[in-house]
């Protein structure tokens, strides 16, 4: 009979102190990161690759260096190609310079004859002939240079063609060199140096650890207590059976309902549909991935 008084008294207090934690804790969930899978951009052998996981990088840090031998022959190899297209483009002004000389020597003789005709030294049909042979001089600068100028076209379309596949060499150069995109942590390093990557092929995970996002869960009722940008309350588990308290912010409301997850206990356990909520966390470096949190609205 004694023993029974103390079984019930032990399963008395289980019961007081569920209560309790059921009242202490508005909603729990766990913590997560914003993960970005850094991918290679360019197929090649991974000649360099300084990361390791754990490691904290920068933002516009120089990761690794993918195999770039034959992207470089292939712009040396064009650009001679340019260079001596360019060189087959006619120079107009030289080309006409005879034609134009040409007619500035009857543009003088036709001012000496009209003068001579004035004067009765000359006539009529003389001007006439060196007027006929300006317009023919005229019609063969504009002849010529009609054709010098359709075939420095064709030329320079030509180069253009040229120069914008050196230009796509040169872009696939600079995606040779794995250049970090945000600053965080690696988390998960899939590739090693000397291995043959490809477009697309993953090389390695990074977050940023710095703010931890505590994904929650709530029931319809508590909808109305909360508000974007309002501040809550985070306990998370101090090792010493307490809790450590810091601030947060809710940054995300769920719009939509879903069904309670598998893994996360709400305020009201016979809740069958809840409403994701996130909230932003300042991290000194205690909150990890995967981390279990509750909050307090108040």
């Known amino acids: 009979m004694h023993t029974f008084k103390k079984l019930a008294a032990v399963v008395t207090l289980i019961v007081s102190a569920c209560d309790h934690e059921e009242k202490f804790f508005d909603a729990s ?32 840090y120089l990761v690794g260096v993918i195999d ?8 040396a190899q064009l650009e001679v190609q340019y260079n ?17 000389s040409q007619l500035a020597t009857a543009e003088k ?9 004035k004067g009765d030294a000359a006539t009529k049909k003389q001007l006439d002939d060196i007027n006929a042979s300006i317009d023919v001089i005229k019609t063969q600068i504009a002849a010529q240079k009609s054709t010098l100028t359709i075939s ?11 120069q914008i596949q050196i230009q796509q060499i040169e872009d696939q ?16 390093k899939y590739a090693q140096e000397n291995e043959i990557t490809s477009v697309g092929k993953p090389i390695y995970k990074i977050a940023d650890l710095s703010n931890l996002i505590l994904r929650v869960y709530i029931t319809g009722d508590q909808l109305s207590k909360i508000k974007l940008n309002q501040q809550v309350k ?44 996130k909230i932003n966390v300042a991290n000194d470096g205690s909150y990890k991935i995967g981390m279990y949190g509750e909050i307090k609205f108040s």
């Open 109 to 117: 003789e036709k001012l000496r004859i009209s003068n001579l005709v």
């Open 84 to 100: 001596a297209i360019l060189s087959k483009s006619p120079d107009i002004a030289i080309q006409l310079s005879a034609l134009e």
């Open 234 to 277: 985070v306990l998370t588990d101090n090792g010493d059976g307490g809790f450590k308290e810091t601030d947060g912010i809710i940054t995300w409301i769920n719009d939509k309902a879903e069904f309670t997850p598998k893994t996360i206990q709400t305020k009201d356990e016979r809740a069958k549909m809840v409403y994701a909520i």
């Open 152 to 162: 420095r076209e064709g030329i320079t379309n030509d180069a253009n063609a040229i």
């Open 173 to 188: 150069l600079k995606r040779s060199r794995i250049i970090n995109p945000v600053s965080g942590t690696v988390l998960a």
């Open 29 to 60: 969930g766990s913590f997560e990161a914003i993960e970005t899978i850094i991918s290679s951009e360019v197929s090649g052998k991974i000649t360099e690759l300084n990361i390791e996981e754990g490691q904290l990088l920068q933002d516009g």
């Open 68 to 75: 770039s031998v034959q992207l470089y022959l292939k712009k």
